[in-house]
């Protein structure tokens, strides 16, 4: 294992890196959806179903990634499905039907997930090693990377078509994981500083009592993967639909969202050094609920954009706090099954939404967002009394 500084400084910047390629690949993807909707031809309700590729393959993946990092290892598992992340990004633009786009999704989704359960599990035993909160650190690389893709997406939404653009996130994510691969894979994964059979993770199977906490605060990992994923889905076509912006400027509402989460998980630790992780769950669910709500329902473009950032300042910390809970308590499967329920908010919120668009309209469907970031302050008030590992 790394034994010393040096060696925990080396995986946490290979892994920081990956966090960010994650990010940066998939606001890519993200800020392109509108061309592609329109490429195939779906309707709202077709898109969704087609976005469901995404999640469902995320989701189905997940319970298998943490078999195989049990199996292989966490690094290995890592930069194997940054590989297939990076190839699959670049199939959507080749695609020219509905049932062809949510075929390329799948295998998106699944590399997608694969690489969340691996480099989380990985993070997970590195924060507990170290024996400081820098949980929220990683998931800003990858809010930063995703700030990046959009922007970069924004820039160039005018001058490349969708197909050029994505390739070129293919290149670049496969020569980072070139370099940062041969990182991660020379340095052996972190061990916990605490003995894993003080918390029940030891023998793989946490008791039913600690099973219950995890689905607990995977609930909180889903209803925020729910309001990611609708941001992500869904942001720029309501810019672009319903209040007529241009293309470079409805990829900015994701890059606002997105920077936003990215200045609130940086200020993560201290947030949670001086506020505890009750009342960062809580105060966190209310501002994104606020936020959603004027991003949804206003109608200038000026007001949704700042409700996009007030709501990924909101979110920013509340799905780093799950599943660092989850996995203190119960290690690599606490990992995999609170983002399993985490990404489950992804599988949900694009049909939803698209279907809720349909019967009623898109902001109101993108209300939902708020509601379930409430439910996730209701349940940091409830687990106040959890004891932390």
């Keep these: 294992m790394p034994g010393t500084a040096t060696d925990l400084r080396r995986l946490r910047i290979a892994l920081t890196v990956f966090f960010a390629l994650d990010g940066f690949v998939f606001a890519g993807w993200v800020v392109r959806i509108p061309a592609i909707k329109e490429q195939v031809g779906a309707s709202a309700g077709s898109l969704g179903l087609a976005l469901l590729g995404v999640s469902a393959g995320a989701v189905v993946t997940m319970t298998l990634t943490g078999r195989l990092c049990r199996r292989y290892g966490t690094h290995p598992v890592t930069v194997v499905c940054a590989v297939l992340l990076s190839l699959s990004v670049a199939l959507p633009p080749l695609t020219h039907s509905v049932p062809a786009l949510t075929a390329v999704l799948l295998l998106f989704g699944a590399a997608y997930g694969g690489i969340n359960v691996a480099f989380n599990s990985a993070a997970v035993d590195l924060v507990s090693a170290l024996g400081r909160p820098i949980m929220p650190s990683f998931h800003a690389a990858f809010s930063l990377g995703g700030m990046v893709g959009a922007g970069l997406g924004g ?14 996130l293919a290149v670049i994510g496969l020569l980072v994981t070139l370099f940062a691969g041969r990182v991660l894979l020379r ?3 972190a061990r916990p500083a605490v003995p894993r059979s003080r918390t029940g993770k030891g023998s793989g199977r946490p008791d039913r009592r600690t099973r219950g ?10 209803c925020t993967a729910y309001g990611e994923g609708a941001m992500a889905d869904w942001g720029a076509l309501h810019l672009e639909q319903d209040l007529h912006a241009s293309p470079g400027t409805a990829a900015v509402g994701y890059a606002c969202f997105a920077l936003a989460m990215t200045l609130g998980r940086l200020t993560g630790s201290v947030l949670l050094q001086r506020l505890g992780r009750t009342r960062t769950v809580v105060l966190g669910g209310g501002t ?7 991003g949804a329902l206003t109608p200038y473009v000026w007001t949704t954009l700042v409700g996009f950032a007030v709501t990924g300042l909101g979110l ?9 809970r989850a996995g ?4 690599p499967s606490g990992v995999a099954t609170a983002s399993t329920l985490g990404y489950g908010g992804m ?4 049909p939803a939404i698209g279907f809720m668009a349909e019967w009623f309209s898109l902001p109101t469907a993108l209300t939902s967002v708020a509601v379930l970031a409430g439910v996730a302050a209701v349940i940091g008030v409830a687990t106040r009394r959890v004891p932390t590992a």
């Design 155 to 168: 820039l160039v939404a005018g001058s490349l078509s969708p197909a050029r653009h994505l390739l070129g």
């Design 213 to 222: 906490l995890v689905i607990v605060f995977g609930l909180i990992a889903l």
């Design 316 to 324: 920013a910390n509340l799905f780093p706090v799950a599943i660092e």
């Design 328 to 331: 203190a308590l119960a290690g």
């Design 347 to 350: 599988l949900l919120g694009p």
């Design 187 to 189: 340095t052996e994964p």
């Design 288 to 294: 994104a609920a606020f936020g959603m709500l004027l």
